[in-house]
């Protein structure tokens, strides 16, 4: 990895924005979703306002690239971060206030989701134009770094704040990063990722997601995975995003005795839930690094295979509903929910490096950039969905049935992919349709 790309003053900026942005982003989610439930919010509300964030973030990762390439980088950059902090801040006060209502939660996490997404496809502009060709590859795996401390320290000090000092201290912290990252971000030149030529267009993008799903249609295996990615998303938005922090409360919490020397209280619980974020993106961190150094030997079906891991917390949030009262003490179970996070992180990882390998060396270029459009479109837009019915299915089935049913879905899928005989020949298939 070539450090010496910090030396370059722009990037450098840059790198110091985005782990901070990323920090931001690791604690921002997890602060709001435990306002939710101080507001008494039920699992309906909570999956209405991580949706309210999740949605934009989606919308905008397809289409920011019209709307960013006509706004000078520099600026999208500062007032995205001081739009996500000002917002933040405005929560905070509201809750210590005693004035905040779900409503206004749902607009703070769609400013937040806006504000975190909007400088996305604007960064590779910014990288693009302060650095030679060459070494933008490079970049972008020291970019991840970036992404991976900043996600790592901020789900981590995020439920820590929260657990410690409360919702609104978790809130203020996020925008205190978001505020450090607008300020680092003024340290990028003026004028620096000018868009050159023609910028792209609404209509432009809409027309590339509509010819690439026609293309990942036409191709089975592509299809497969497209939907296994989807059906993992989907899951996870569900069971984790929605019905963790509502676990983390009630059982490393409320329903729990003290161990030992360590209270269980809530405090407790949403300590250990920023803590069992953490180590997800450790595990996220460490599929990469795995897969990576078995790159060329790691099949496709192979990774759809492990994939299947994905269903490990799930089932342990499932036995954490399931088991009343607790036949585990809440450290113990804190540490199996961490494992199950971690493991889940490295085999997300196994399957995305090798669907990434076989869409570089089986897709025609031409074609490259649609079909990850449509990848794309189909992995993020599991989130907002899962998050959305988590609510209708816990009142119809209860939590456990329904943590368990998205195990299953997980499990089945990703069996189901894996044995598919287009998916497992991939590997050695020539160019062209499959």
């Known amino acids: 990895m070539d450090w010496t790309l910090l030396r370059v003053p722009a990037f450098r900026a840059l790198w110091r924005g985005r ?4 920090l931001g982003n690791g604690v921002a989610p997890i602060a709001l979703a435990f306002a939710v439930l101080d507001l008494d919010g039920d699992v309906v509300d909570l999956g209405l306002v991580v949706a309210a964030r999740s ?3 989606l919308v905008l990762v397809l ?3 019209a709307f960013a390439d006509r706004l000078p980088k520099r600026a999208v950059a500062v007032v995205s971060s001081l739009l ?3 917002s933040l801040v405005g929560a905070a006060v509201l809750l210590l206030l005693g004035l905040e209502t779900l409503a206004a939660l749902a607009l703070v996490a769609a400013v937040n989701g806006v504000a975190a997404a909007l400088f996305a496809p604007a960064s590779q502009a910014v990288v693009r134009s302060t650095l030679p060709e060459h070494r933008v590859h490079d970049a972008s795996a020291v970019n991840r770094v970036a992404m991976h401390v900043g996600l790592v ?3 981590a000090v995020g439920g820590f704040a929260v657990g410690a000092f409360g919702t609104a201290s978790g809130l203020f912290v996020a925008a205190g990063a978001f505020a450090a990252a607008a300020v680092a971000f003024t340290g990028l030149p003026r004028g620096v990722g000018r868009t050159l030529g023609t910028a792209a267009s609404w209509s432009g993008v809409t027309r590339e997601l509509v010819t ?4 990942v249609l036409r ?6 995975t497209a939907l296994l990615a989807g059906t993992v998303q989907f899951a996870f938005g569900a069971g984790v995003h929605v019905l963790g922090p509502i676990a983390a409360d009630a059982a490393f919490g409320g329903l729990a005795q003290p161990y030992g020397p360590i209270p269980t209280d809530e405090s407790f619980g949403r300590t250990a839930w920023g803590f069992a974020g953490a180590v ?5 961190v460490v599929g990469a690094v795995w897969a990576t150094s078995l790159r060329g030997r790691l099949r496709l079906w192979a990774g759809c295979l492990a994939v299947a891991v994905t269903a490990l917390p799930l089932v342990v949030l499932a036995l954490v509903y399931g088991l009343r009262p607790l036949v585990i003490d809440p450290l113990h179970l804190a540490f199996f929910v961490c494992l199950a996070l971690g493991a889940a992180g490295v085999a997300l990882e196994l399957f995305t490096v090798p669907l990434d390998g076989a869409v570089r060396e089986q897709v025609p270029r031409a074609w490259l950039g649609r079909v990850y459009l449509v990848l794309t479109a189909a992995s993020l837009g599991g989130v907002p969905l899962g998050e959305l019915l988590a609510g209708p299915l816990v009142l119809l089935l209860g939590e456990a049935v329904t943590l368990t049913g998205l195990a299953a879905l997980v499990a089945l899928a990703a069996t189901a992919v894996a044995l598919d005989r287009r998916v497992r020949r991939i590997d050695a298939a020539p160019l062209g349709h499959r």
Not at 212 to 215: I, P, S
Not at 280 to 284: D, E, F, I, Y
Request: glycine content about 12%; proline content about 3%.
């Open 19 to 22: 782990a901070l942005s990323w």
């Open 55 to 57: 949605l934009p973030n």
């Open 63 to 65: 289409y920011g690239a």
């Open 84 to 86: 996500s902090a000002l």
């Open 153 to 155: 320290v901020g789900t």
């Open 212 to 215: 690439g799903t026609a293309f």
């Open 219 to 224: 191709n089975r295996w592509l299809l497969s």
């Open 280 to 284: 997800q993106t450790l595990g996220l």
